[in-house]
């Protein structure tokens, strides 16, 4: 089954701006909703965003979400160490009827 | 506050069978989405499968798992199954239960999940 295209790292230091791409298709980013993830070791996924942007409550600012055409992007600003972590996308698939997620992006805040 | 506590995993041998089971509480279990997702030793995530609330019913599947994995919800114990049969090595994975929001395909709980090897 096809995934979502995220890179496998991507690094900053530490109160730099840091994107992670997320590519998929018309039938899933590009016509349904986008959700990121973040996963420390040894620990379940966390929610981020969800609906493309909104953030659950508890989630700071400096985390964003955006969509445009069949790419996302999740935006973490004012890196910190403990944002060290693994990354995923989600999204559903309006064709397949499945939910996709993305390879994982590990971040390294140096 | 919500809590999702997964049990039933174990280890098991090719072809075998073992049922899933989590434990919901701290939301309103008949109006939420279900979901089983794995994430094998040293790999990314991957969904298994989706049963819609109560009311509905409809279930979906990973290709992977289709005819072999059945979802199922007891909303009397507000709980989430995963039945699996014929089991094989690539499905050895560490199995989260999460809870569906908003829009499907977002996940707001995850439990810690339960380990699940199969090998001979």
């Known amino acids: 089954q096809s995934v979502l295209t995220q890179p496998p790292s991507v690094s900053a230091a530490p109160g730099q701006k840091v994107t992670i791409s997320c590519s998929g298709s018309?039938?899933?980013?590009?016509?349904?909703?986008v959700s990121w993830y973040k996963q420390l070791p040894g620990t379940a996924p966390e929610l981020l965003i969800y609906?493309?942007?909104e953030r659950p409550s508890g989630i700071p600012d400096r985390f964003s979400g955006s969509k445009s055409g069949t790419s996302a992007t999740l935006a973490i600003t004012g890196l910190q160490t403990g944002d060290e972590a693994d990354y995923y996308c989600?999204?559903?698939?309006?064709?397949?009827?499945?939910?996709?997620f993305g390879g994982g992006t590990k971040l390294t805040v140096v | 506050q919500v809590q999702l506590v997964e049990s039933g995993g174990g280890v098991v041998q090719p072809g075998g069978s073992l049922r899933l089971s989590c434990a919901a509480s701290g939301f309103t279990f008949i109006n939420s989405g279900m979901n089983w997702v794995r994430q094998a030793p040293g790999m990314g995530l991957e969904w298994v499968a989706f049963i819609r609330p109560d009311g509905n019913n409809d279930k979906y599947y990973a290709d992977s798992v289709k005819g072999r994995f059945a979802i199922s919800r007891d909303n009397s114990k507000n709980t989430v199954f995963l039945q699996m049969n014929s089991l094989s090595a690539e499905d050895t994975a560490l199995y989260y239960c999460?809870?569906?929001?908003?829009?499907?395909?977002?996940?707001?709980?995850w439990g810690q999940g339960t380990l699940v090897t199969v090998s001979s």
């Open positions: 989600g999204a559903w698939d309006s064709s397949l009827s499945v939910v996709l």
């Open positions: 609906d493309n942007y």
């Open positions: 999460a809870k569906g929001v908003s829009n499907w395909g977002n996940f707001d709980y």
């Open positions: 018309s039938s899933n980013i590009g016509k349904t909703f």
